[in-house]
């Protein structure tokens, strides 16, 4: 069993910057970080192998947001740079304990999940 607990969301404006921590209580194999906004669906946006770091990125926050891991602290982090009111949502770091055979943006490929943290942005 692995507990997740996201923080950090927050207001800014747009073109400001936010780091959301996501702490895992056990053994984590990969960490993706989710968002979702009202009425849509949940969105994949940023992944990372916690043993050897390799990251994944959306194409929507390629170049913007970096994604990296502690392991001393069990806690992986999403730097947003220069965020735009269409990151508006609430974000999710979700965690899969094995080896799974699916894309990496799939909500369901993953085994636990945190309770979110919301990230307002304004124009």
């Known amino acids: 069993q692995v507990q997740l607990v996201e923080s950090g969301g927050g207001s800014v404006q747009a073109g400001g910057s936010l780091r959301l921590s996501c702490a895992a209580s056990?053994?984590?194999?990969?960490i993706g970080w989710f968002r979702q906004a009202p009425g849509k669906e949940r969105e994949g946006i940023a992944f990372?192998?916690?043993?050897?770091?390799?990251?994944l990125y959306a194409d929507s926050v390629k170049g913007r947001f970096t994604v990296s891991r502690d392991n001393a602290e069990n806690r992986v982090y999403l730097q947003m740079n220069n965020l735009k009111p269409e990151d508006n949502g609430m974000y999710f770091c979700?965690?899969?304990?094995?080896?799974?055979?699916?894309?990496?943006?799939?909500?369901?490929?993953?085994?636990?999940w945190g309770q979110g943290t919301q990230v307002t942005v304004s124009s």
């Open positions: 056990g053994y984590a194999y990969s």
């Open positions: 979700a965690a899969r304990s094995t080896i799974v055979p699916l894309r990496w943006t799939e909500a369901a490929g993953y085994h636990y």
């Open positions: 990372i192998y916690i043993g050897g770091g390799s990251t």
